[in-house]
DNA sequence: TATGAATGAGCATTCATTCAT
DNA sequence: CATGAATGAATGCTCATTCAT
């Protein structure tokens, strides 16, 4: 059941491969639903040898949530050229990015929807990966308005508002990726790099969307 | 000791009490960590009425989860004009969802975590009322282009891929803008519309963003 | 299988059984060694109903000191008769105590044994009722005193130590007398009194034993 | 953590930092809740090895208890001048009673408390060093009552509850000094000796207290 | 219509104990 | 002599669900 069942094993071994069955049971089943019975058999071992290292199941849940982020942040980074233009590296992130999650959805599962609904203490956790996500893509589109001699024209705010638009378009775009069969992560972010940077080109541009001058439509 | 202890009432507005209750717990507590005890003496009623009335914690969870899709996308369409342009229609529809989703937490808690994250029965529910939403959007960026005269410009399937992509930053925006003090529905939309219809307008004048030919792609 | 399973019975009731179940458990058990799952089939519900009921294993058990408590503290109290000599009073509580001790052993070793050995909290909750009990004795000793035309002769620190030693002789003899086939209630109190009332009637003749004048006894 | 971890060292060593760390931790936490990962910790030593020396919980803690047993039996025993007159030998005893039970909370808990609070099987174990004691009490009492030249006043039952009640009084005002402050091994001796042999030399004497003919019981 | 009484099943966690080295 | 690795068996506790009234 799970691995063969190899008896007697260095401590760091077995406890990859007690996450690795905690990845792939919580990603599935959910943080809750996920038993620790169930983990213990799936990684192969007892379940007092869980708890010996892994302390609980609290603990066991965050651990699998920095593995995966660790692995996830990782896979973008190392698929990013720093020295290339702003929108290879995006291409590049992006690729990158929905290959790694295609590849694990059980650790993408596990961070994009079991960590944000499980509490405070652990979508603290994947909000501390977000955020160095978030600044990445913000800074690239910073340098994409230096590159395009526009420097001082978007606001702070702003920036923040169309990373994290971005992001989440990202973020949304995986899952409707990993349901659609026939979609690769090379489209999804075709898709995506169509979308947000000829927006952000023609924002760039000086052309800004501007809402239309309010005149009677307060829902009454 | 949520509402008042009224005795008998007719059982649709009973009905209500208790998925006002069930959502606001489902919302805060999680599918999971939610108990029927709890949802019960919120709604100010004995838990075999719960059971008599919704039958099982599962059943309850999907009433729930279509009376919150049901209002989320009323409260879209009344917001929309059909008469009026695309861009207009989009927008007015942003604000309306913003709003909604703000003045709902539980609700969209309910609707964006809980019900993607507890499996495939509540997931299809959610998808059910996302694919009406992702059609809407579909269907404008249609009307944009004939807008533009431009109409066969876009293949079916990249115009999915961006209404998709267009209602994931939806989404997104949403979390963040329930999250970050201070940014309010208008300044999302907005947000949003400058990073989308932009994006649009520039790919439906012909200028989408190419990848770059594939040469070398071991990151040595 | 304890009490015939009787269903559907008042809530005031059930508890009652379910104080018998753990009194008795907890008293032959220990606290530690008795389980949840033992009481509940010795009361004939099911653990979630004792659970529902009492709380906790701690409240439990708390339960159970407190009534045991009360009900020996009322058996004293109502064997005595208030209007009396003292050292009748004191003949007849320890006769009560006795009789009380030996007709509950298993609440006697819930108070005198397992609450002491477990912890503060439980501890604190015997120290009350015992406190109760020494300050009656207390009160038998100095009414002796005045009786005997003798009231100032005690200071109030050896009053305290002489009733403390009395009502731990008592708890001595409890157990003992329940331990030793052959000896009665009246026994163990008429021993009791030999020892303690001659003992005091001399020291308030003003006789005190008094220590021998350290010579050389410290051990090197 | 407890010792400093020294390596290779005699087997009688070894056993002797296990029975410390045992008589501490049964002491402070009861037999159940200590942990023989706790001892084991507290010795300095891996827990296969508490095992190879001791077996068992079971039989650690029945070391403990026959350690303890022999070295307060050892120190009332170096306490005493057999040559003395009995009130100064009772005097002598108690006082080395006193002290050593102030001296070794841990120990004098687990014979007092801890041991007959878990099974017949330990309570055994310390009742053989309780009978030692009250044997020699009972020879001092006769003993005394030979002094007095009133060798056969005393039936044998008598002289046995009285032991008992002296020992249970002794037992008793141990855990009270050590719980109140500022009470010595002295004072509490000087308090029982008082209460005790006062009460003795009356009984001696010739003048008994006698319960009261027992006319109407019915407490109207 | 509405509820107090009751439970089967499951879960996180801990512990005494033992191999294999 | 000494230990890191590992587990079978409980235990306290909770929950969704039902019955009898």
Redesign the interface.
Known sequence: MGAVKNKRMPRAVREQQMLDAAVRTFGQR?Y??ASMDEIAELAGVSKPLVYLYLNSKEELFTACIRREARRLTEAVR??V?PALPA??QL?DGLRAFFTHTAQNPDGWSVLH??A???GEPFAAEVTVMREEIVAFVTQLIVIAAREAHRDPSLPER?VA??A??????A???A??ANATPG?TA??????????????????MAG???T??TETS?T?A
Do not use: C, I, Y
């Open positions: 959910g809750m639903a190392s698929g050229e929108d290879r291409w929807l079991q944000r609904t499980h702003e508002g169309l994290e638009a971005l992001v989440g378009a973020e949304s775009l899952a409707w979609v090379k489209q999804a972010a075709t898709t995506l790099m169509n979308f947000a940077w000829s927006g952000l080109n023609s924002l052309t800004p969307w809402p239309p439509h829902e």
